[in-house]
């Protein structure tokens, strides 16, 4: 049987649409056999993806996706094969949880200056204990009709430097790598072509993620294309990191990216698999 992966995806406990229930049923049947459930900066829907992940013969790796700063940059590294319970790492989660809440409020006072009321109270009735990412804000801007997509939601109000952007200074990357390890698990850089940086500036910043601890990037995503997936594998060689392959999936609503959906892994990148086997 060919073994499918897929390390990067989002329940309800942070920005997803599915329960951790529901999107493991959707992993089973897009034929996936191995899946990391990474919601951004918390761990909550570990455990309930964990029994419907052996109740339907998956392979579940426990995960995360966690912000991070690097020189001013904001960073996604996911950690793969954590233990959620490590004390190093529940203390970074619980700082991240707390600069998110932070956030979020200022997000919504800014955007009560603009004449948007109520995004939080709302969005907070909504997500319960889960995370409040700026996907939510967006989804509030959509349904509350102040725009028409998440994108004009992004563009006009979210993005960086728009006008309810709040900038924050997430845990240092480094410190999230060695919690990560500290818990026996992966520090993966999550879709590293995402952060537009030049050729100079993603090796010296895979110089310095492989001299934390770092083990691993992103080479297959489920939006990249071939040639991005060849610079990416040149790179995890060069810097002697292994290769993760990860959807991102969030929502059924978005059909251009699907749980499981991803390209096969290029043969000269070592999987990052192998380093849990
Ligand atoms: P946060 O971590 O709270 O800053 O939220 C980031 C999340 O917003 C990402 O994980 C994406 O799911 C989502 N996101 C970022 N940019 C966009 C965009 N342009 N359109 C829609 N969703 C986005
Ligand atoms: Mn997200
Ligand atoms: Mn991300
Ligand atoms: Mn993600």
Not at 187 to 214: D, E, S, W
Not at 218 to 227: I, K, M
Not at 260 to 268: E, K, Q, S, T, Y
Request: hydrophobic share 45%.
């Amino acid at each position: 049987m060919t073994k499918i992966y897929d390390l990067h995806c989002h329940s309800t406990a942070s920005d997803g649409a599915l329960s951790p229930r529901e999107l493991v049923a959707r992993a089973a049947e897009n034929a996936v056999t191995t899946l990391a459930l990474t919601d951004h900066d918390t761990v909550a829907g570990l455990a309930e993806a964990k029994i419907h992940a052996d109740l339907v013969s998956i392979r579940l790796i426990n995960g995360i996706e966690i912000s991070v700063q690097w020189e001013k940059q904001c960073l996604h590294i996911v950690g793969l094969n954590i233990d959620p319970e490590h004390e190093t790492l529940q203390k970074v989660i619980l700082d991240s949880q707390v600069m998110r809440q932070e956030r979020a409020e200022k997000i919504a006072l800014k955007l009560e200056k603009k004449g948007i009321l109520g995004a939080l109270l709302a969005i907070q009735k909504e997500v319960g204990d889960g995370m409040i990412t700026r996907t939510h804000f967006a989804a509030f801007l959509v349904s509350h009709c102040h725009v028409a997509t998440p994108q004009e939601a992004f563009d006009r109000y979210l993005g960086d430097g728009k006008a309810a952007f709040v900038s924050t200074t997430w845990t240092p990357l480094e410190t999230a790598v060695q919690a990560i390890r500290a818990s026996g698990g992966i520090p993966v850089v999550a879709h590293p072509l995402r952060y537009k940086l030049t050729a100079t500036r993603m090796r010296k910043l895979l110089g310095a993620f492989k001299n934390m601890g770092g083990q691993a990037i992103e080479v297959v995503t489920g939006r990249y294309n071939p040639d991005e997936m060849r610079i990416l594998a040149n790179y995890a060689n060069q810097f002697e990191l292994a290769g993760s392959v990860g959807s991102d999936f969030h929502s059924p609503t978005n059909q251009w990216l699907e749980l499981g959906r991803v390209a096969a892994l290029p043969d000269n990148v070592k999987p990052v698999w192998e380093l849990w086997q």
